[in-house]
C-alpha cells in the first residue's frame, strides 16, 4: 500500500508486479530477520544467515531503498 501511494494510481501491469514483487520481498527479510537474528536474545539454537542470505538482504534493502528515495524525489509536489 505505501508503494502504491508513493508511485501513485496510474500504474501499468509490469510496474504493479514489480512492486508487488517488491512488498513480498520485504516481507521475506523481515520474516528471514525474526527466524535468523539475535534480536530478541539468543536462543539454544542461535543460527545466524548464510553469507548468501546475508547478501541478498542487503542489496535488496538498497535496492528498494533506492527505489523508495527516488520515487519521493521525482513525485511532483501536491497542490493545496
Known sequence: EMLRSLVGSEMCIRDRQILSGAATLVGG????????????????RSVGPAPRHAKLAVNAG??????????????PPVSS
Open 29 to 44: 527479510l523481515a520474516a528471514m530477520r525474526n527466524a535468523l537474528s539475535d534480536a530478541h536474545g539468543r536462543g539454544k
Open 62 to 75: 538498497f535496492a528498494i531503498a533506492g527505489f523508495l528515495i527516488d520515487t519521493h524525489v521525482e513525485k
